[in-house]
T-cell receptor, first 112, second 111 residues
Framework: AQKITQTQPGMFVQEKEAVTLDCTYD???????LFWYKQPSSGEMIFLIY??????QNATEGRYSLNFQKARKSANLVISASQLGDSAMYFC?????????FGAGTRLTVKP | SQTIHQWPATLVQPVGSPLSLECTVE??????LYWYRQAAGRGLQLLFY??????ISSEVPQNLSASRPQDRQFILSSKKLLLSDSGFYLC??????????FGSGTQLSVL
């Protein structure tokens, strides 16, 4: 069975600094996708970044990058130059075929 | 372009009453459809997903059910709500193995 783990319930970061949100996963299927979503207080789910299990390069999308370490089964999200608007819940997710599971989330607070 | 509609935005229901939440997708065909539930301050729990009309995969045994009567319509139902059914319900769709696109959610309070 698939499992996604986010061990940081909450994180604080100073504005303009970088922050890493941790995510580990477990699956026996060699083909899978890893995703990060942001959920502001409004409740909407905003897609941030995607990494495929066969991708050789780490994914990047603007200030977001995904540190994919396949052997360690980790897919950490790195946010560079944090902004106040980055304060939100962040969810890591893994997709195996049509099954998409989410971690428990990390609440990020950016301090001015 | 594709859009997803989920309603209502908020719902307050007494214990033991029925439930019907509807989700529709426009601008695509044969999408994968999903229902998730999120308890306050917690992660998303996968409830059901569907890869086609009449095809429903249930992930959590409970008093909820899902149906897909049309290609782009996904309905979450209950015959008798429990207090523990309270939460934020999110519908989502995807094309194949692509990312999920989420609806705006329904905040359900069972009293």
């Amino acid at each position: 069975a698939q499992k996604i783990t986010q061990t940081q319930p909450g994180m604080f970061v100073q504005e303009k600094e970088a922050v890493t949100l941790d995510c580990t996963y477990d699956t026996s299927d060699p083909s899978y996708g890893l995703f990060w979503y942001k959920q502001p207080s409004s409740g909407e789910m905003i897609f941030l970044i995607y990494q495929g299990s066969y991708d050789q390069q780490n994914a990047t999308e603007g200030r977001y990058s995904l540190n994919f370490q396949k052997a360690r089964k980790s897919a950490n999200l790195v946010i560079s130059a944090s902004q106040l608007g980055d304060s939100a819940m962040y969810f890591c997710a893994m997709r195996v075929h049509n099954d998409m599971r989410f971690g428990a989330g990390t609440r990020l607070t950016v301090k001015p | 372009s594709q859009t997803i509609h989920q309603w209502p935005a908020t719902l307050v229901q007494p214990v033991g009453s029925p439930l019907s939440l509807e989700c529709t997708v426009e601008g695509t065909s044969n999408p994968n459809l999903y229902w998730y539930r999120q308890a306050a301050g917690r992660g998303l729990q996968l409830l059901f997903y569907s890869v086609g009309i009449g095809q429903i995969s249930s992930e959590v045994p409970q008093n909820l059910s899902a149906s897909r009567p049309q290609d782009r319509q996904f309905i979450l139902s209950s015959k008798k709500l429990l207090l523990s059914d309270s939460g934020f319900y999110l519908c989502a769709w995807s094309e194949g193995s692509e990312k999920l696109f989420f609806g705006s959610g329904t905040q359900l309070s069972v009293l």
